[in-house]
């Protein structure tokens, strides 16, 4: 089954690739990389998902903020690839970001709600390295960032 049968057998809708809104590209193709800039929560209505892990939003809630971060990067790299997923070997690495409280500790079971929506829609493909940062805050004061590199 190809990544877009899978997207649609799942009922999954991609967000529209968001434009950056600084001096720098959302993608950059490097040889036979395809490096992906850190997509920021958004919900599936646009609006930004805001707040600190521990403190605003539970493990969960963040969880579904880095999915969210997954299925953007999954949209910029659709667009990178002129329309067409089966152009992606594989997944190389995520960094995920976590806007959290200085005592949580459970950034990686946030940023799995990434990790986890890229392999199973990518399958063995979609295995990457990757790591679970904590930060003190993020851009816009939103939940979670997650950027990333494939392979083309």
């Known amino acids: 089954m190809t990544v877009e049968e899978k997207i649609k057998e799942l009922k999954i ?10 001096a720098y590209l959302a993608t950059r193709k490097v040889g036979n990389f395809l490096f992906i800039s850190g997509q920021i929560s958004i919900d599936a209505d646009g609006k930004l998902i805001k707040g600190k892990i521990g403190k605003d939003l539970n493990v969960k809630q963040g969880y579904e903020a880095a999915k969210r971060c ?8 659709k667009k990178a690839c002129g329309n067409d997923l089966s152009k992606i070997k594989s997944c190389i690495k995520l960094t995920g970001y976590v806007n959290s409280t200085d005592d949580f500790t459970d950034q990686p079971k946030v940023i799995n709600g ?8 990518f399958e063995d493909k979609g295995l990457h ?3 679970a940062i904590s930060s003190n805050s993020l851009p816009l004061g939103v939940a979670v960032e997650v950027d990333a590199i494939f392979e083309i």
């Open 114 to 121: 990434a990790s986890e929506i890229i392999s199973e829609l």
């Open 129 to 131: 390295s990757r790591a």
């Open 70 to 77: 997954g299925l953007a990067i999954i949209s910029q790299a």
């Open 13 to 22: 809708i991609l967000p529209d690739p968001k434009d950056p809104v600084g």
